[in-house]
C-alpha cells in the first residue's frame, strides 16, 4: 500500500487561460444566458488596433514592431542601434548633429555647405548638377539645356570677325588685341577661384554665359581667345579668318543640331553626334564658298603684300605625283568654281573632324580653331 501511494499517477493539471473566459466575465458559474445573434455579432467583432502616430517623437528602436528571425538581419539591426547610439552620444544639445568640420546642424538633417565640401554648393539646395548657377534655375530651357545666350555669344565673333575684314583690319593689328585681352581674363579666373565672394559675385553677372562646369573650371572664352590668336598670329591671313568663323559658326550648328537631332542618329563618340558632324560639315562648306568665294574676292585691294591669301583659285598635285602620273601641270591642276568646290568641301570636312575629335581632352574652344587652321594651311600647301 505504501508502494502504491508513493507512485500514484498525478491529477491531471488545471489550465488557466491567460484571456477571461465567458464564466469569468459573467457573474454566474456554470450557466450562460440566452444570447441573440446581434449581441454575439458584436463579441465576436475584432476590434482594430489603435493608430500608431507616425509624427510622435518616440524613437523608432523603442517601437513595437514585428522582429525578424533572421541573423542577417538581427545583426544590421544591431549595428544601426550602434551607429544611432553613436550619433546621440556625439551630440551636443537635442535635434543637434556636429560634424567633423565644427558645424552643428539642428534636426539632424545635413545642410549643403556640410554635405559637400566644394563651396559653391551652397548657392544651390539642388542634389542634381542643375542649380550651381542661380540663373539657371529660373531659365532651365533657355539658358541650362538650349544655352542661347551662349549661342549667341558664339555666333557673334563670327560677324565680329566679318566686320573687321571688310573695314580693312589685318591679322597683324588683332592678334595683339586678343593676347591683350587673354591676359586680365586669366587673371580674373586665378583670383575667383581663390575667392569665394569673387566667384559669387563673377557668377551672378556672367552666369547666363557659363556652363556649371565653369564653375569651379576654367572659363571658356579664355580658350576662345587663344585659339583665335594663335590661327590669326600663325596661319595665313584667310586661313586664320576661316579658322575663326569655323569655330564660331560651325560649332554652334554641330551644337544646335546635336540636341535636336542627335539621338535619331548614331553617336560619333562621347557627346557627340553624327546629326552634329553633318551639320559642322554642311555650314563650313557655306562658309568657305560664300569666303572665298565671293568675300575675298570682293575685297581683293585688302589682300596683298603680307596679307596674300593662301588659296588663290587654283588647286594642283604636287610635282611628284605630277611626274609619277606623267601628267602636266594643266592637266593636274584645277580652277575657277572646281577649285573653289574643292577647297568647300575640304573646310567642311575639317571642320567636322575638328569638332568630332576630342584631342586630350581640351576645349573645343582651343582644339577647333587649331585643328582647322592646320587642316587647311596643311592642304593648301601641298595642292594649293
Not at 476590434?47 to 510622435?56: K, N, V, Y
Not at 535635434?95 to 565644427?102: I, V
Not at 542643375?130 to 560677324?159: A, C, N, T
Not at 588647286?315 to 605630277?322: D, G, K, Q, W
Given at each position: 500500500?505504501?508502494s ?13 487561460s ?11 458559474e456554470?450557466?450562460?444566458?440566452p444570447v441573440t445573434?446581434s449581441a454575439?455579432r458584436?463579441?465576436?467583432r ?10 510622435s ?13 533572421s541573423?542577417?538581419?538581427d545583426?544590421?539591426?544591431r549595428r544601426?542601434?550602434?551607429l544611432?547610439?553613436t550619433?546621440?552620444?556625439g ?7 556636429t ?5 552643428t546642424?539642428?534636426?539632424?538633417h ?11 554648393r551652397?548657392?544651390s ?5 542643375l ?11 533657355f539658358i ?13 565673333i563670327?560677324f ?8 580693312g ?11 591683350a585681352?587673354?591676359i586680365?581674363?586669366i587673371?580674373?579666373?586665378v583670383?575667383?577661384h581663390r575667392y ?15 556652363r556649371?562646369s ?5 572659363n571658356?572664352v ?8 594663335l590661327?590669326l ?13 569655323l569655330l ?6 554641330a551644337s ?24 559642322a ?18 575685297y581683293?585691294?585688302l589682300n596683298?603684300?603680307e596679307?596674300?591669301?593662301?588659296f ?6 604636287p610635282?611628284?605625283a ?5 601628267l ?9 568654281p572646281?577649285a ?10 575639317v ?7 576630342d ?10 580653331p ?7 594651311w596643311?592642304f593648301?600647301?601641298?595642292f594649293g
Amino acid at each position: 500500500m505504501e508502494s502504491s501511494r508513493q507512485y500514484q499517477v498525478p491529477q491531471t493539471p488545471r489550465v488557466i487561460s491567460p484571456s477571461p473566459t465567458p464564466s469569468e466575465m459573467s457573474g454566474k458559474e456554470g450557466y450562460f444566458g440566452p444570447v441573440t445573434r446581434s449581441a454575439a455579432r458584436k463579441s465576436t467583432r475584432v476590434t482594430s488596433p489603435p493608430p500608431i502616430d507616425e509624427d510622435s517623437g518616440s524613437d523608432p528602436e523603442k517601437r513595437a514592431r514585428a522582429r525578424s528571425r533572421s541573423p542577417i538581419l538581427d545583426g544590421r539591426r544591431r549595428r544601426m542601434s550602434a551607429l544611432a547610439s553613436t550619433k546621440k552620444m556625439g551630440a551636443g544639445k537635442k535635434g543637434e548633429l556636429t560634424l567633423q568640420n565644427g558645424t552643428t546642424t539642428t534636426n539632424g538633417h545635413l545642410s549643403p555647405a556640410a554635405a559637400n565640401k566644394n563651396y559653391w554648393r551652397e548657392m544651390s539646395r539642388s542634389p542634381s548638377p542643375l542649380g550651381l548657377i542661380p540663373i539657371h534655375q529660373k531659365w532651365r530651357s533657355f539658358i541650362h539645356r538650349h544655352e542661347i545666350p551662349r549661342k549667341i555669344l558664339h555666333v557673334s565673333i563670327g560677324f565680329l570677325t566679318t566686320f573687321l575684314y571688310c573695314t580693312g583690319r589685318q591679322a597683324s593689328q588683332i592678334h595683339p588685341v586678343l593676347l591683350a585681352l587673354l591676359i586680365p581674363i586669366i587673371a580674373t579666373d586665378v583670383i575667383r577661384h581663390r575667392y569665394y565672394a569673387v566667384n559669387r559675385f563673377y557668377i551672378r553677372c556672367l552666369g547666363a554665359l557659363m556652363r556649371e562646369s565653369e564653375v569651379d573650371g576654367w572659363n571658356g572664352v579664355i580658350s576662345y581667345l587663344l585659339g583665335a590668336w594663335l590661327v590669326l598670329r600663325f596661319c595665313p591671313k584667310d586661313v586664320g579668318v576661316m579658322s575663326v568663323l569655323l569655330l564660331s559658326w560651325c560649332d554652334t550648328a554641330a551644337s544646335t543640331f546635336g540636341r535636336l537631332w542627335g539621338h535619331r542618329t548614331w553617336r560619333v563618340r562621347k557627346g557627340k553626334s553624327l546629326a552634329g558632324t553633318i551639320a559642322a560639315c554642311i555650314t563650313g562648306i557655306i562658309t568657305a564658298a560664300v569666303f572665298w568665294g565671293w568675300l575675298g574676292p570682293f575685297y581683293s585691294s585688302l589682300n596683298e603684300g603680307e596679307n596674300t591669301f593662301a588659296f588663290q583659285g587654283a588647286l594642283a598635285l604636287p610635282a611628284n605625283a605630277r611626274d609619277a602620273l606623267g601628267l602636266s601641270f594643266a592637266q593636274a591642276s584645277v580652277t575657277g568654281p572646281l577649285a573653289l568646290g574643292v577647297m568647300s568641301i575640304w573646310a567642311g570636312l575639317v571642320a567636322s573632324a575638328s569638332e568630332a575629335i576630342d584631342l586630350f581632352g581640351w576645349d573645343d574652344n582651343l582644339t577647333i580653331p587649331v585643328l582647322c587652321g592646320a587642316g587647311m594651311w596643311g592642304f593648301l600647301r601641298v595642292f594649293g
